[in-house]
Nanobody
C-alpha cells in the first residue's frame, strides 16, 4: 500500500512564499509521476503541477506558471511544491497524488490527506 503525506501548509500574506512537501512511503511504490492538485471551497478540484519520477519532466497549470516550482528527491521519495508570489486565489486545500500512465493517459490513483494553504490580502 502506498501512503502519501503532505505538509508545509499554513497562513501567508499575499506576495509571500510557502513550500509544500509530499512524502511517499509503503512497500508498493511503482508510480510514474507525482502531481499537486488543489480544491477551494465550492470549487472543483484543479490541477496545479506534476513531475515524472525518472526524468523530472514537469507540467504546470497556466495560473501558476512562473510562480510555482515542482521538484522531487528520488532518494527521499519526496516531492515538493515551492510557491512564490502567492495570491488570495491560491487559497485552497492542496493534495499530492501518485499516478501512472494507462493507454497513454496519466491517471492518479493514490492521494494524500491534503494540507491547507490560506493567502490573506
Amino acid at each position: 500500500q502506498l501512503q502519501l503525506v503532505e505538509s508545509g501548509g499554513g497562513l501567508v500574506q499575499a506576495g509571500g512564499s510557502l513550500r509544500l512537501s509530499c512524502a511517499a512511503s509503503g512497500r508498493t511504490f511503482s508510480s510514474s509521476a507525482m502531481g499537486w492538485f488543489r480544491q477551494a471551497p465550492g470549487k472543483e478540484r484543479e490541477f496545479v503541477a506534476r513531475i515524472t519520477w525518472r526524468l523530472g519532466i514537469t507540467n504546470y497549470a497556466e495560473s501558476v506558471k512562473g510562480r510555482f516550482t515542482i521538484s522531487r528527491d528520488n532518494a527521499k521519495n519526496t516531492v515538493y511544491l515551492q510557491m512564490n508570489s502567492l495570491k488570495p486565489e491560491d487559497t485552497a486545500v492542496y493534495y499530492c497524488a501518485a499516478g501512472d500512465f494507462q493507454n497513454g493517459v496519466l491517471s492518479y490513483d493514490h492521494w494524500g490527506q491534503g494540507t491547507q494553504v490560506t493567502v490573506s490580502s
